[in-house]
């Protein structure tokens, strides 16, 4: 990928999480548009390689790091905060889905893999980032929940569950970081048009679901001075 970016002191430094996922590239496009430098968070050094074979790594990062582990986070952290100085928007979009089966038949690994996925690895990645931003008192988070979290659904209980729990996080973040200068809001997507959902649904229609072009646009939006005022919001997206 070919950035055909300046060096610009003044561009924003942005973290992604999830970054070579259908939604990260996404976003990663979406950023590089506006100019910014990106410090890009993934399961693995190959899933990024093969993701970003023409990414201007003498610009931007590609940090192999577990979203589900504190001290992963911290260390991960650590070298875009040398690197990078300061971060301005920190963009969690690594998450998870699967279906399960019923409440009463709903096994504990199946609740833990859902709940870190998607709501613990939250807290380990504002963990990592947000003292900084404490410290600067100035920034910007931006989650990717759900549309569904608002309500329960059969066999989907642990997703459902988790994506609530991260929209809780984010409103509680968003209380205690304002004062700061920092706003926490997220996004969240009836269903993304990707690869992986349109093999899981093959006799839905894409069309009535939200592309990952939109979603990235919502989000740079919310990443953006335009939504300073907006704090612990979920924008439900649809097509």
Known sequence: MSTGLSSSATSAHVVITGANGALGRALVQRFIDDGA????????????????????????????ADVTSASSMQAAAAQILS???????????????????????????????????????FVAVAQAFAPAMI????????????KTATRGAAAMSAYIASKSALQRLVEAMAAELSPHGIHVNSIAPSVLDTPANRQAMPDANPAEWVSTSVAAQTVAFLASPAAQALHGQHLALDA
């Not at 970003?52 to 192999?64: K, V």
């Not at 998450?95 to 009463?104: C, S």
């Open 135 to 146: 410290t600067r008192r100035a920034g910007s988070v931006v989650a990717v929940s759900a």
């Open 37 to 64: 430098r990106l410090a890009l968070i993934g399961h693995s050094d190959r899933g990024l390689a093969d993701a970003f074979p023409g990414l201007d790594n003498s610009r931007h990062l590609l940090i192999a």
């Open 83 to 121: 690197a990078f100085q300061h971060v301005d928007t920190v963009v969690h979009a690594a998450g998870g889905f699967e279906m399960g089966p019923t409440v009463h038949a709903l096994d504990r690994a199946s609740w833990d893999r859902m709940m870190d996925l998607n709501a613990w690895s």
